[in-house]
């Protein structure tokens, strides 16, 4: 882990996916830009699968330019 965080070494996507499991996050949590970015993808990972599509519902009416 040390050396992943020195820029050492990069984990594999096997590794990345323990990790990942591990801190309770999505792996796609390992690549936001940002922090709100990732807070996003934590809180949208956690939600049921009803949740997700009526949440990705709304988006798609407040934001219909982006398909």
């Not at 594999?12 to 990790?19: A, M, P, Q, R, V």
Request: hydrophobic share 45%; net charge negative.
């Amino acid at each position: 882990m040390n050396q992943y965080e020195q820029g050492k070494r990069v984990p594999d996507f096997g590794s990345l996916e323990l990790i990942a499991e591990a801190l309770d996050v999505p792996v796609a949590y390992f690549f936001c830009k940002d922090d709100k970015m990732a807070e996003l993808v934590k809180l949208f990972d956690h939600l049921s699968e009803e949740g997700k599509e009526a949440l990705l519902a709304k988006l798609k009416v407040q934001l219909p330019d982006l398909k």
